[in-house]
Every structure is written in structure tokens, then in C-alpha cells.
């Protein structure tokens, strides 16, 4: 009796053992599968997070870069245009310098012997004065710039200017129109040096730049008598008005 107690006890414990080794197996099984379904279904979460990371990422750079460098081009280009403009609108650039630079009257010839006539003339006062006339002969307008350079007999210089006698414009004359020059001949007092007596005058002109002209060399004007002239020879720039001329 003993022994088929201690039979059916084996039993027992090995029927236990083989379910426990059973049920083990059962749940590595089960955690195998547990771990492959895990890694089966975080695998697709990875590259799904990381592909519109990337997406969102390259459509950024798309988006911003390419408005920035249409940006870029259109600001450029105004910005060049406007500078071409601004430099041909101001001078000096070349265009906005060179109507400051030019003389209005470039165009317009300088008064010479070749179209003038020259005469010489006393006048009452003031005393020790004379008056010489430039008339243009020619048929178009000319400059009579500065005033004139003149000898009288064997001078080896040209007289003094009135420097207050400097008008605000070139004096321009028509055709048949004349302008003047006061010449004060030698000092009212007495007080001028190295005095001669001469009938022989010339006349030589200057150009727009203030040189002497270069058309040729002066021409002579008559005298009527000899003149007296001294140290204290001077004359004015060319005036449009005979009354201007003898002011000085």
C-alpha cells in the first residue's frame, strides 16, 4: 500500500514538472513574440517620425531659401537701375557735370579785327580820357571777353585794368551793335611818371579762356593827334554802355 502511495506521489511531481517546464516555455514563447511585435511595430513609428522631419525639413529650406534669393535679385536690380540713373541725372558724372562745365557762349565767336571795327575818340570828362568803340561788322554775334590789350607807341607792357570795372557777363554784341572800353591816359594831378607823347595804337583782343587771342596779332587804330600817356595808363573791361566805360 506504501508503495502505490509513493508511485502515485511521483506521478504527481512529474506531471508538476512537466507543466511548469510547459508553461515556461509557453511564456518565453510569448515574450518572443511579444518583443518581435514591439520591434515590428516601433521599427515603422521610427522612419514615419524621422520622413516628415525630413519632408518638413527640406520644403522649409525650399520655401525660404528661393523667395530670399528672388528677394535678393529684385532688390538688386532696382538698386542698379536706380544708380545708373542717379548717375546719369547728376554729373560728373559725365552728363550732370558737363552743362556746368560749359559756357554758354562757346558757341558763339570771340570779337577780332576780322569782325569788328576799332576806333578811338577824346572825350571831355572826365579829363585825360579817351573812349575807345568796338562795332561788330560781321553777321553774327561775337564776345568781346575781358577787355583789351593796349600799346601805345613803343610800350613794352599793356596798361593796368580797373578791376572794378569787371562786368557780371561777357558784354555780346549783334551785328552793327558796339561796346566800350574807358582808357584814362595819364595821371589829372601830375603825379604818373615816364609820360611820352605817341600817335601809334594797337589793339590786341582775348579769347573766352583769358589768353591773348589767338587769331592773330593786334591790329592798329588810328589817332586823330598824339596822345600823352604816363605810368598811370589804364583802361576798363569792355562795357555795353558808353556812360559805364567812362566811369573810371
Known amino acids: 500500500m506504501r508503495n502505490l502511495h509513493l508511485r502515485r506521489a511521483a506521478r504527481t511531481s512529474a506531471l508538476g514538472a512537466v507543466?511548469?517546464?510547459?508553461?515556461?516555455?509557453?511564456?518565453?514563447?510569448?515574450?518572443?513574440?511579444?518583443?518581435a511585435s514591439g520591434s515590428s511595430a516601433s521599427a515603422p513609428a521610427g522612419p514615419s517620425s524621422q520622413t516628415p522631419a525630413e519632408s518638413s525639413g527640406a520644403s522649409g529650406d525650399k520655401s525660404t531659401a528661393t523667395p530670399a534669393t528672388d528677394q535678393g535679385?529684385?532688390?538688386?536690380?532696382?538698386?542698379?537701375?536706380?544708380?545708373?540713373?542717379?548717375?546719369?541725372?547728376?554729373g560728373g558724372g559725365t552728363s550732370t557735370a558737363k552743362p556746368q562745365d560749359v559756357d554758354d557762349d562757346a558757341a558763339v565767336l570771340a570779337c577780332t579785327g576780322a569782325n569788328t571795327k576799332l576806333t578811338m575818340t577824346e572825350v571831355q570828362r572826365p579829363v585825360n580820357h579817351m573812349l575807345l568803340t568796338m562795332t561788330n561788322t560781321g553777321s553774327k554775334a561775337c564776345n568781346a571777353?575781358?577787355?583789351?590789350?593796349?600799346?601805345?607807341?613803343?610800350?613794352?607792357s599793356v596798361p593796368k585794368t580797373f578791376d572794378d570795372s569787371k562786368p557780371q557777363?561777357?558784354?555780346?554784341?549783334?551785328?552793327?551793335?558796339?561796346?566800350?572800353?574807358?582808357?584814362?591816359?595819364?595821371?589829372?594831378?601830375?603825379?604818373?611818371?615816364?609820360?611820352?607823347?605817341?600817335?601809334?595804337?594797337?589793339?590786341?583782343?582775348?579769347?573766352?579762356?583769358?589768353?591773348?587771342?589767338?587769331?592773330?596779332?593786334?591790329?592798329?587804330?588810328?589817332?586823330?593827334?598824339?596822345?600823352?600817356?604816363?605810368?598811370?595808363?589804364?583802361?576798363?573791361?569792355?562795357?555795353?554802355?558808353?556812360?559805364?566805360?567812362?566811369?573810371?
Open 169 to 248: 557777363a561777357v558784354a555780346t554784341i549783334n551785328p552793327g551793335e558796339s561796346v566800350y572800353t574807358g582808357v584814362m591816359t595819364s595821371a589829372a594831378d601830375g603825379s604818373g611818371t615816364n609820360g611820352y607823347s605817341t600817335k601809334d595804337l594797337s589793339v590786341g583782343f582775348q579769347n573766352r579762356d583769358g589768353n591773348s587771342d589767338g587769331t592773330g596779332s593786334a591790329i592798329t587804330v588810328p589817332l586823330a593827334k598824339s596822345v600823352f600817356v604816363d605810368s598811370s595808363l589804364s583802361v576798363t573791361y569792355w562795357q555795353t554802355s558808353m556812360d559805364d566805360a567812362l566811369t573810371y
Open 19 to 35: 507543466a511548469l517546464i510547459a508553461s515556461l516555455s509557453l511564456t518565453a514563447c510569448q515574450g518572443d513574440d511579444e518583443a
Open 73 to 90: 535679385k529684385n532688390s538688386a536690380v532696382p538698386s542698379t537701375g536706380s544708380g545708373s540713373d542717379s548717375g546719369s541725372d547728376s
Open 145 to 156: 571777353y575781358y577787355h583789351p590789350y593796349l600799346r601805345f607807341g613803343d610800350a613794352q
